[in-house]
């Protein structure tokens, strides 16, 4: 069974340029997340959708990110203008069916480097 | 809120040596426990996990017992290997709502 795939994997911008990630979930799995993992802490949840609507979208800086999942299959994340501080390991992660004691697969991550 | 502390590291221990990674958390439900794993170049995976009080989730020789009493999830191995070396998450996730938190996790090297 393929894995959460992302790309890219690697990427350094300069702050106030935009970057996109791409995720594409395993299939078959309705919840998608990105969490954001800087360095020496844990990952920490952006945003979920359920399909192609959002869950949970608190924890995300709404004023420079943005993420989409349009047909409830693959996702999009985007950052606009980049910040120095926005340098992190960006994570995908999916489930089937989101909902306590189920098991959520991670991607490798996209590790942002922001100059 | 809900949160997870977990031992600083970094960790070093010499491989065969006993493992004890401690976690502790704080929630308003029941939550569900976790550990993570991320080896070094890889994404994290599920280590193992427990649903409710008393329960012990184990896997690859890792176990940890969900104690309600003292609020701990600490994770423990036997005999440790230097394949084990990478940095471990402990984690929850509350009832009702799968978004998991997690602590800012714990690297562990394992000298031959």
């Known amino acids: 069974e393929a894995g959460v795939a992302q790309s890219p994997r690697y990427k350094i911008i300069e702050k106030r340029q935009s970057v996109a990630f791409w995720c594409n979930p395993i299939?078959?799995?309705?919840?998608l997340y990105w969490y954001q993992q800087i360095l020496g802490q844990g990952p920490k949840l952006l945003i979920q959708f359920q399909n192609n609507g959002v869950v949970d979208d608190s924890q995300l800086p709404k004023d420079r990110f943005s993420a989409e999942r349009l047909k409830g299959v693959d996702s999009t994340l985007k950052i606009q203008p980049a910040k120095l501080e926005d340098s992190a390991v960006y994570l995908c992660a999916s489930s089937l069916r989101g909902g306590l004691g189920n098991t959520i697969y991670f991607g490798e991550g996209s590790w942002l480097t922001v100059v | 809120g809900n949160s997870v502390t977990q031992m600083e590291g970094p960790v070093t221990l010499s491989e065969e040596a006993f493992l004890t990674i401690n976690c502790t958390y704080t929630?308003?439900?029941?939550?569900?426990l976790f550990w993570y794993v991320q080896y070094p170049g890889e994404g994290l995976q599920l280590l193992l996990k427990a649903t409710k009080a008393d329960d012990k989730g184990s896997n690859k020789g890792f176990e940890a017992t969900y104690r309600k009493e003292t609020t701990s999830f600490h994770l423990e191995k036997g005999s440790v290997q230097v394949s084990d070396s990478a940095v471990y998450f402990c984690?929850?996730?509350?009832?009702?709502?799968?978004?998991?938190?997690f602590g800012k996790g714990t690297r562990l090297h394992i000298l031959p």
């Open positions: 299939s078959g799995h309705a919840t």
């Open positions: 929630a308003t439900g029941y939550p569900s």
């Open positions: 984690a929850l996730s509350d009832r009702g709502d799968d978004k998991i938190i």
